[in-house]
């Protein structure tokens, strides 16, 4: 019969997901079929709709009525930020497992209020690039030496646009912090992820579009508006300074209203012996400096292959392109593999309770201009 799974909030994420569980076992057909039960989302028509293109059994209007129910054993949360604790608590008391989108609520609280005895996944999806995790390695391995310094950045132009509607995004009680929970989260696990903790850092923020058009309608992406303005809430950039436990520093910069910049997320790691780059729209390619020379070393282009990440499952060679919705992809497998064995694989509760620390600490440096230490 497979896992039966039900997705909570159906915008794009929401379609993203139920479109991921239809194709997990044609990458992973060990992981056997995923039955899709419900659909919640309370924007009139939209469940009715999901059902019936994604081959749902039911919509719901309520996520409440999903609640224990015993023929749902997995939950993917997909709804905005300022619903995460309500659902995740609820869903997690009831004993079912989730996959939740980042950041997982407003604040570090949020994330933490989410305990039950399932298996909680979390949508960290920019680490399971294969040519991330082929950094990852190479990192481990020291063949670039001890990292000395990085900068990592998750640039996008989505709100650049100053006619951009009014969303939940752009208000702090349903959108939180900004740019910083809905790419700084990104980058902050991406960092962790190869760089290991964060001992301290101290950062700046700040708001450039200060008014925006109300929607007249739902919303799904980010769609013009044309209502009244009202204000920006929570902020479009911020900067930060990450001292390392290990020692190294990085620099994390994110926008939402970067004009020129569509999706340029990567990063650049330096280390004693060599360095390492990449850039997520060019997934597929990871550039690698090592050699004896120190100086002038230049630097290759390394085409990730089957034996990288997860790249086998999707592709039989090097050079062959991967999309953002395989990461997705690979996310749900991994998911779902936790739920079968009972332990975690991938991104979990813990990575996104320490991402919300960092840019709650964010926050807290913005507003005193001091260094902050984590937990």
């Not at 646009?161 to 991406?190: I, K, M, Q, Y």
């Not at 001992?199 to 769609?223: C, K, Q, Y």
């Not at 400096?289 to 085409?303: H, I, K, M, N, S």
């Amino acid at each position: 019969m497979g896992i039966s799974v039900a997705v909570v909030g159906f915008g794009w994420m929401g379609r993203v997901h139920a479109q991921a569980y239809a194709r997990v076992p044609h990458h992973y057909p060990g992981l056997g079929p995923v039955r899709l039960v419900a659909v919640a989302d309370d924007v009139p028509g939209r469940a009715e709709q999901a059902a019936q293109r994604y081959g749902f059994d039911e919509p719901a209007v309520d996520w409440r009525t999903l609640v224990g129910d015993p023929r749902v054993q997995a939950v993917s949360i997909t709804a905005p930020n300022f619903l995460h604790r309500e659902m995740g608590s609820a869903f997690a008391a009831a004993g079912q497992h989730i996959w939740i989108e980042k950041p997982v609520g407003l604040t570090a609280g949020d994330a933490r209020a989410i305990v039950g005895p399932g298996q909680v996944a979390v949508g960290f999806n920019y680490r399971n690039a294969p040519a991330v995790e082929k950094a990852r390695e190479l990192i481990a391995s020291g063949a670039i030496g001890a990292v000395t310094h990085a900068r990592f950045r998750f640039l996008s132009d989505y709100a650049a646009h100053p006619d951009g509607a009014l969303s939940w995004r752009f208000e702090r009680a349903r959108g939180g912090n900004g740019v910083l929970g809905d790419l700084g989260a990104h980058g902050v696990d991406l960092v962790r992820h190869l760089l290991g903790e964060i001992g301290s850092l101290v950062a700046d923020t700040a708001i450039f579009i200060p008014d925006r058009p109300r929607p007249t309608a739902a919303t799904a992406g980010h769609e013009r508006g044309s209502g009244e303005p009202g204000p920006v809430e929570n902020d479009d950039w911020f900067g930060s300074l990450l001292r390392m436990s290990s020692g190294a520093r990085v620099t994390l910069d994110c926008s939402r209203v970067a004009v020129g910049e569509q999706n340029s997320y990567g990063f650049e790691i330096h280390g004693t012996k060599g360095a390492l780059f990449w850039d997520f729209r060019r997934m597929g390619e990871l550039g690698v400096a090592t050699g004896p020379a120190y100086q002038d070393e230049p630097v290759r282009t390394l085409f990730v292959g089957p034996l990288d990440g997860d790249f086998g499952a999707f592709q039989p060679g090097a050079g062959i392109p991967m999309g953002y919705d395989d990461l997705k992809v690979i996310e749900a497998a991994r998911f779902l593999r936790s739920v079968t064995d009972g332990k975690p694989y991938g991104a979990t509760l813990t990575d996104a309770v320490r991402a919300a620390e960092a840019l709650d600490a964010m926050e807290e440096s913005a507003r005193s201009g001091a260094w902050v230490n984590l937990p």
